[in-house]
């Protein structure tokens, strides 16, 4: 997996849209840029994923630049329920079935 | 709803004892599951890898011995802690991939405290 570089924290307004960069510049052609949260003592959960072409879900947007170098998530109306930390991950294969490595994050506060 | 169940969410036990985890996929068949184990304040660090029919592959580091895995249908996997000391207690999650490009679904978690 690519190393993927992410800010330790960042805080948002609640009602406000959360902007998260992702530095994964050393990213292969054939790996897809996933992103995960984990909110306190539970299981990551899946958010959205993309390859190139920016991606959107009831979740998230996910804006990949067209070097693929970097990317940013952006949750467009932050709730006090989004505080968690955020995971970028870059791997192949979709993410399957191959493993995940998983960095520090960034641990978005959302403040009302 | 959950893809991916894990039980127990939490145990306490005495140090000696052994502890078995269980992770099930709910609605899909798993020929691979992922251990993880997560320090508090820490990231997510992948333990093993179960493979159903065959031997778990273990991370650099990680006792074997220790840690046993038994993925013994395509949906339930299993990780015993055996023996257990004070220095295992930590947070254990497991993941199971569906297909393709479905990304992997996570179980909430096992809070593991040896006393």
């Known amino acids: 997996d690519a190393k993927t570089t992410q800010p330790p924290s960042m805080d948002c307004a609640e009602g406000r849209a959360a902007n998260l960069p992702c530095n994964h510049s050393t990213i292969s052609g054939n790996e897809y840029v996933y992103w995960y949260r984990q909110i306190h003592s539970q299981g990551p959960q899946y958010i959205i994923h993309g390859l190139k072409n920016n991606e959107t879900n009831e979740m998230a947007s996910l804006i990949i630049t067209e070097d693929r170098k970097s990317s940013t998530l952006i949750l467009p109306h932050a709730t006090l329920r989004d505080t968690a930390v955020y995971y970028c991950i870059a791997t192949y294969s979709g993410g399957s079935n191959y493993k995940l490595t998983f960095g520090k994050g960034t641990l978005l506060t959302v403040n009302p | 709803g959950a893809v991916v169940s894990q039980h127990p969410s939490w145990v306490i036990c005495k140090s000696g004892t052994s502890v078995k985890i269980e992770c099930r996929s709910l609605?899909?068949?798993?020929?691979?599951m992922f251990w993880y184990r997560q320090f508090p304040k820490q990231s997510l660090m992948l333990m093993a890898t179960s493979n159903e029919g065959s031997k778990a592959t273990y991370e650099q580091g990680v006792e074997k011995d220790k840690f046993l895995i038994n993925h013994a249908s395509l949906t339930l996997s299993t990780l015993t802690v055996t023996s257990a000391h004070p220095e295992d207690s930590s947070f254990y999650i497991c993941?199971?991939?569906?297909?393709?490009?479905?990304?992997?679904?996570f179980g909430d978690g096992t809070r593991l405290s040896i006393l």
């Open positions: 993941s199971a991939p569906r297909t393709g490009l479905q990304p992997q679904h």
């Open positions: 609605d899909f068949q798993a020929t691979t």
